[in-house]
C-alpha cells in the first residue's frame, strides 16, 4: 500500500488586499492577495502565493474545487515524496 503524497487544504481567498500574506484560522488557510477576481488573477496569484509558502513548484498545485468561489480546496503534492516514489520504480 503507497502512501498517499498529496495533502487536500480548505482555503478562504480573499482577493484586492493590500498585500498578500496567508494565516491558518479554524482549520483553513485565510489567503490575502493583491489580484483582482477577474480573468482568474486571483486564482494564479493564490497557486504563486502558496508555492512560495510550502516550497513547491506551482505545478504541484492544484484548485481541486471553487474556481469561481472565495472558498476553495487545493491539492498539493509533495515534491519529495513523489520523487522518492518514482526512485524506487
Do not use: W
Not at 504563486?48 to 476553495?72: D, Q, W
Amino acid at each position: 500500500m503507497a502512501l498517499s503524497n498529496i495533502r487536500q487544504l480548505s482555503v478562504h481567498v480573499i482577493p484586492n488586499a493590500r498585500q498578500n500574506t496567508i494565516r491558518e484560522e479554524a482549520g483553513l488557510l485565510k489567503v490575502r492577495l493583491t489580484a483582482p477576481a477577474v480573468d482568474g488573477r486571483a486564482n494564479k496569484a493564490l497557486v504563486n502565493c502558496l508555492a512560495e509558502y510550502f516550497h513547491v513548484r506551482r505545478s504541484r498545485i492544484r484548485i481541486v474545487r471553487g474556481l469561481t468561489s472565495r472558498r476553495k480546496v487545493i491539492e498539493i503534492e509533495d515534491e519529495r515524496k513523489s520523487h522518492a516514489a518514482r526512485q524506487n520504480k
